[in-house]
């Protein structure tokens, strides 16, 4: 069986960090790199993906461009936390030779796991608006999907775009409903219980032995750690969508649960948060795993050697 692999993403500052960490593990074929609109606009995103492809010198994979906006709601773009390029201003004038392809991410998504039944992984990044809208074309996909990992959500703890909501689920909740409800057999929820605890810092970067690959890092993540620092008295980058790759190559980096999992869609002030039924009070089956707990040590060890590694993929 070969591992295969598909990255959805909304390239974003931390997006672009787990697609580094996917392309120089070598651990899965990657397939393709489907683009989503999120922290910035699907064009945004998919000039990102291609600039971030090209620069680890592996413009061969495919970058196929999916939703542009969410199911029914309006897009909530994010250059606050990610810059209005969405990289922080790193590889801001590179032109890349790069092209996505023609297609359209959720056809891409099932086709692809079609063709290689049993051997696909998606590692969501963003608003999971394209594999809902591939569930929509093919309810089937969760019988021949492999496992699926999304970066989303938050079950015990505080949202970081409301109160109450992770900036993922709460962009596209119904697209967050539609993918807890599906049927998956391995379902993990990479929430911000485990990401804002994964934080990369300057003496991590330090650790880059490639200077191109250091110098894009600091130039990417710099803004991102005076933000952080304000919001959150730490300098560091949390790498949420990094982590939700590596618990695809390496799951023993985190510890999960089965739980019940929701998303609210019809409220006020909750919309996009995700509901972790811990008591079991609804008394519904487990239908997600939940990431309680990471090696943050392993994980950002884990992240350095693998960029450290002389050759993409
Ligand atoms: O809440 C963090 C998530 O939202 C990450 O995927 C980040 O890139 C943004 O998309
Ligand atoms: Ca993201």
Sequence with gaps: MTRRLILDVDTGIDDALGIMLAVKSGFFQIEGITTVNGNVSLQQATLNTCKITEFLGASSIPVIPGADKPLIRKPVFEHRVHGNDGLGGALLDMQPSKRPEAGFGPDFIVETVLRYPGEVTLVMTGPLTNLALALHKCPDLIHHVAEVFFMGGVAGGLGNITPTAEYNAYVDPEAART??????????????????????????????????????????????????????????????????????????????????????????????????????????????EVCMDLNEQAFIQLFVDTLNRPEAG
């Design 179 to 288: 993918v807890l409800h599906a049927g998956f057999r391995k379902l993990t929820m990479v929430g911000l219980d485990v990401t804002r605890r994964a934080l990369l810092r300057a003496d991590d970067i330090a650790k880059l032995t490639d200077p191109r690959i250091r110098e894009y890092v600091a130039d990417s993540t710099s803004a991102y750690f005076d933000r952080y620092e304000e919001r959150n008295g730490v300098r560091a980058c949390a790498m949420h969508d990094p982590l939700a790759v590596a618990a695809a190559i390496h799951p023993e980096l985190v510890t999960t649960k089965p739980y019940y999992v929701d998303v609210e869609t019809r409220s006020e002030l909750c919309d996009g948060q995700t509901v972790c039924d811990f008591q079991n009070r609804l008394g519904r089956p487990a239908n997600v």
